[in-house]
């Protein structure tokens, strides 16, 4: 039977609109299955401990289980390619690191890119770091400490989990912004630099605040600055790094993103009900004895700190010639 073309022309259209309709449909009616939450370290970890805060979470508020699995390798690598080449559907996130922005120029030739090819859902925690030395360092300020560094060049041993680690470039940022001249030493992990920082040999470290605290109360290592813009609540009394090299900022970011192309009804209902969980007091509460501070905000305004972190610690990297071990 032939058709009018009129009405050919209706039928076409209105198919034409299916694909949309369903779309939103299902986008409305999200999550009907249970979801998988990446996150690319081991069990224990930051990233790990933050996803099963989270999971649960979003699972009560949801109505589906928010399944953590840990898909540790290649410093996160191997789970972000996972989920970055899922389908973009909300089924599959990333719980991200500082990690993710330090890897994006650290490694060549990886089969994704980093900032183009995820949809940032929202921001959970920014972790200060702690720019502490061994007692054996005379300098009790960083003016001081500058001044010693300076005076002693190539002397004093920066200790750091490996290169290309948070703690690794967060030095490297120092020593360019202030030229000083440290000698970098890279251990396998945080655990083994602590112990050489607590035995003296080695005398500076930019570590996590919440892998230092009972030290640096201890007495066993001296803060000198947090690395944040402003001052932690967990050392009230430790001035913030930019008070005297206006400008330095270095933090650990932890977030959540999703496939490029993940429907913006889904983004935004998931951003909606983090943003919830970092204001509830008691999961707040939480998030805090990590020794973070909450990180609110929109899906544009994650990814616009997305961005800034991979172009700032690019630049580092370049500077630095930094390589992965």
């Known amino acids: 039977m032939k058709l009018p073309r009129r009405r050919f022309l209706h039928l076409a259209a209105g198919a034409a609109v299916l694909p949309t309709l369903r779309r939103s449909a299902s986008a409305l009616d999200y999550p009907t299955r249970p979801v998988r939450l990446l996150t690319g370290f081991a069990a224990g970890g930051p990233s790990d401990i933050l996803a099963r805060l989270i999971g649960p979470w979003l699972s009560q508020r949801l109505g589906q289980a928010f399944v953590v699995e840990n898909r540790p390798g290649a410093a996160s690598n191997v789970a972000t390619e996972i989920v970055l080449?899922?389908?973009?559907?909300?089924?599959?996130?990333?719980?991200?690191?500082?990690?993710?922005?330090?890897?994006?120029?650290?490694?060549?030739?990886?089969?994704?890119?980093?900032?183009?090819?995820?949809?940032?859902?929202?921001?959970?925690?920014?972790?200060?770091?702690?720019?502490?030395?061994?007692?054996?360092?005379?300098?009790?300020?960083?003016?001081?400490?500058?001044?010693?560094?300076?005076?002693?060049?190539?002397?004093?041993?920066?200790a750091s989990a490996g290169n290309g680690t948070a703690q690794h470039v967060a030095g490297e940022l120092f020593k360019f912004m202030t030229g000083v001249d440290m000698l970098h030493v890279p251990y396998r992990g945080q655990a083994p630099a602590i112990l050489d920082m607590l035995s003296g040999r080695d005398q500076v470290m930019f570590d996590t605040a919440p892998n230092s605290l009972q030290y640096l109360k201890a007495g066993t290592l001296r803060a000198l600055a947090v690395t944040t813009a402003t001052r932690f609540d967990g050392l009230?009394?430790?001035?913030?790094?930019?008070?005297?090299?206006?400008?330095?900022?270095?933090?650990?970011?932890?977030?959540?993103?999703?496939?490029?192309?993940?429907?913006?009804?889904?983004?935004?209902?998931?951003?909606?009900?983090?943003?919830?969980?970092?204001?509830?007091?008691?999961?707040?509460?939480?998030?805090?004895?990590?020794?973070?501070?909450?990180?609110?905000?929109?899906?544009?305004?994650?990814?616009?700190?997305?961005?800034?972190?991979?172009?700032?610690?690019?630049?580092?990297?370049?500077?630095?010639?930094?390589k992965p071990e």
Do not use: C
């Open 85 to 158: 080449h899922s389908a973009a559907d909300g089924y599959t996130l990333l719980v991200i690191t500082s990690a993710n922005t330090i890897n994006a120029s650290l490694y060549e030739g990886l089969n994704f890119n980093f900032v183009a090819d995820a949809a940032p859902v929202a921001g959970l925690i920014r972790v200060p770091q702690v720019l502490e030395v061994h007692p054996s360092v005379p300098a009790q300020t960083v003016p001081e400490f500058i001044a010693y560094a300076k005076a002693n060049p190539g002397k004093l041993n920066m």
């Open 236 to 322: 009230p009394d430790v001035p913030a790094l930019a008070e005297f090299v206006p400008g330095y900022e270095s933090s650990a970011i932890y977030g959540v993103v999703a496939p490029k192309a993940t429907p913006g009804e889904i983004i935004a209902r998931l951003n909606s009900e983090i943003n919830a969980a970092l204001a509830d007091p008691r999961m707040k509460e939480r998030f805090t004895d990590l020794g973070g501070m909450v990180l609110p905000g929109t899906p544009a305004e994650f990814g616009k700190l997305i961005a800034e972190e991979t172009e700032k610690w690019a630049k580092v990297i370049r500077a630095a010639n930094i």
